[in-house]
């Protein structure tokens, strides 16, 4: 078991990165898609990452990754929207203050 939990966790945490590329991009095509983020259905790829984690559960050693793996997953998804917010709203402010400047012309 010493052998093979190395490569379990290596797998779970492949799995985890896998599933927040995948969040990044559907968040990005929304941004791209209206302008901007809303409500990207991050229970679609929380829910993913959980049944990949029941597939990949080691049963005979009791190795389930769940609770820590979803934190894990759930505040990197949190920190993503935020960055995205944040970006929307410098990039609604540098719009608004460039109108500004042209209608003062």
Do not use: C
């Not at 779970?12 to 941004?31: G, N, P, S, T």
């Not at 597939?55 to 190795?63: G, L």
């Not at 389930?64 to 929207?81: R, T, V, Y």
Request: proline share 1%; charged share 30%.
């Amino acid at each position: 078991m010493k052998v093979v939990k190395p490569t379990y966790l290596s797998v779970v945490e492949h799995m985890r990165h896998q599933i927040l590329e995948k969040f990044k991009e559907a968040a990005m095509d929304e941004l791209k898609e209206n302008g901007v983020l809303g409500a990207t259905n991050t229970d679609k790829y929380i829910n993913r990452f959980k049944n990949q984690l029941k597939d990949a559960a080691v049963k005979q050693a009791n190795w389930n990754q769940d609770a820590g793996q979803l934190i894990q997953l759930e505040s990197e998804i949190g920190h993503i929207i935020k960055l995205i917010r944040d970006m929307n709203e410098h990039l609604e402010q540098k719009m608004v203050r460039k109108l500004q400047i042209n209608v003062s012309i």
